[in-house]
């Protein structure tokens, strides 16, 4: 089992910054994989970004690349989003996902903070 809590959330000015940290417990030496995603209401989970808990290639999805950054503390056993240049359609419940190898999905999820965009 891996648990993992989510913080940072809360209101930003369209065009500011926030940064999301996740942080794992339990089983996060065998964690492969951390995803960030987020759901707007009425709408479907989105990919967001992704990184391999022991390093090497992020992943972005477009809608966030060059404006979205993914990062590793593990010694905190923390991934940290870092947002710029936030829109107001990108107000939603952000949540950090975790998969414990290649190809399985993400098994675990937190419980995700809100982020409120206002325009």
């Known amino acids: 089992q891996v648990q993992l809590v989510e913080s940072g959330g809360g209101l930003v000015q369209a065009g500011g910054s926030l940064t999301l940290s996740c942080a794992a417990s339990?089983?996060?030496?065998?964690?492969?994989?951390i995803g960030w995603f987020r759901q707007a209401p009425g709408k479907g989970r989105e990919f967001l970004a992704a990184?391999?808990?022991?390093?090497?290639?992020?992943d972005f999805a477009d809608s966030v690349k060059g404006r979205f950054t993914i990062s590793r503390d593990n010694a905190k056993n923390t991934v940290l989003l870092q947002m710029r240049s936030l829109k107001a359609e990108e107000a939603a419940v952000y949540y950090c996902?975790?998969?414990?190898?290649?190809?399985?999905?993400?098994?675990?999820w937190g419980h995700g903070p809100q982020v409120t965009v206002s325009s």
């Open positions: 990184t391999r808990w022991s390093g090497g290639p992020t």
């Open positions: 996902a975790a998969a414990m190898r290649t190809g399985a999905g993400y098994e675990y």
């Open positions: 339990g089983r996060a030496f065998s964690t492969y994989a």
